[in-house]
């Protein structure tokens, strides 16, 4: 069983994307393939089949239904905030040893692959005291960092990687994801990255890139290896 975390530089970058896209891959291959996304800001009931939960229910195969919503993102939030503000909107609050736990469980029953998807950046702040790096430090499985070719995202990736490093973390590979916009190119992001991280593979993933393109099969082969 293998188990892989998504993360982020910040939010709106790419990481849904990325994760339906390497479920299809995986699942095209013939692997067994389960994905959450634990907790869900700016998920609007009315327009539930545009969430990202149902965007990876969409790629796992499975039916946009009530109890596998609830499966996948447990934790759900109208407001489009950081998940502690969400939730105090609702006069809620998270439980973090409960995420956790939901997020352990999932790993233990995994049969071959498990992606959790993260929620915003690496800092997003989950209850008073955890952000996304608690979470992730919990779990201490291998993760995926996903950044944009927006200008600014060398400084935040960087940024990024030192936090990372300081708590122990491993990064198995850094996807690139086009920034719809953006003057400067996934290669070019990725060269320069490169400058300051030479051990942590590295992969660019244009938007709206067809399956027969094979990024989504490089990205798999790096996380393999």
């Known amino acids: 069983m293998t188990a892989f975390f998504i993360t982020a530089t910040g939010t709106d970058v790419g990481k849904t994307y990325l994760t339906a896209g390497l479920?299809?891959?995986?699942?095209?291959?013939?692997?067994?393939?389960?994905?959450?996304?634990?907790?869900?800001?700016?998920?609007?009931?009315?327009?539930?089949e545009k969430s990202d939960t149902c965007a990876?229910?969409?790629?796992l195969g499975?039916?946009?239904?009530?109890?596998?919503?609830?499966?996948?993102?447990?934790?759900?939030f109208?407001?489009?905030?950081?998940?502690?503000?969400?939730?105090?909107?609702?006069?809620r609050r998270i439980d973090f040893g409960a995420v956790v736990k939901h997020s352990r469980d999932a790993i233990a029953a995994a049969k071959d692959i498990l992606v959790i998807e993260g929620i915003g950046g690496i800092m997003v702040p989950l209850t008073e005291?955890?952000?996304?790096?608690?979470?992730?430090?919990?779990?201490d499985i291998p993760l995926v960092l996903v950044a944009g070719t927006y200008v600014g995202t060398l400084s935040h990736t960087l940024t990024c990687?030192?936090?990372?490093?300081?708590?122990?973390?491993?990064?198995?590979?850094?996807?690139?994801?086009d920034t719809?916009?953006?003057?400067?190119?996934?290669?070019?992001?990725?060269?320069?990255?490169?400058?300051?991280e030479g051990t942590i593979s590295m992969a660019g993933l244009r938007w709206q890139v067809a399956p027969s393109d094979g990024t989504f099969q490089t990205i798999a082969e790096i996380l393999a290896a």
């Open 62 to 76: 499975k039916p946009i239904t009530a109890v596998e919503i609830d499966r996948v993102s447990p934790w759900r």
């Open 180 to 196: 719809p916009g953006s003057p400067v190119t996934c290669q070019s992001t990725v060269a320069t990255l490169q400058k300051f």
């Open 161 to 177: 990687l030192d936090v990372l490093t300081r708590r122990g973390l491993a990064v198995k590979a850094i996807v690139i994801n």
């Open 129 to 139: 005291k955890h952000t996304v790096l608690d979470w992730m430090a919990a779990l």
């Open 78 to 91: 109208s407001a489009p905030l950081s998940p502690d503000m969400a939730a105090e909107r609702e006069n």
């Open 23 to 48: 479920i299809r891959h995986w699942r095209a291959a013939g692997r067994q393939v389960d994905a959450l996304k634990p907790v869900a800001s700016g998920f609007d009931p009315a327009t539930v």
């Open 56 to 59: 990876l229910l969409g790629a």
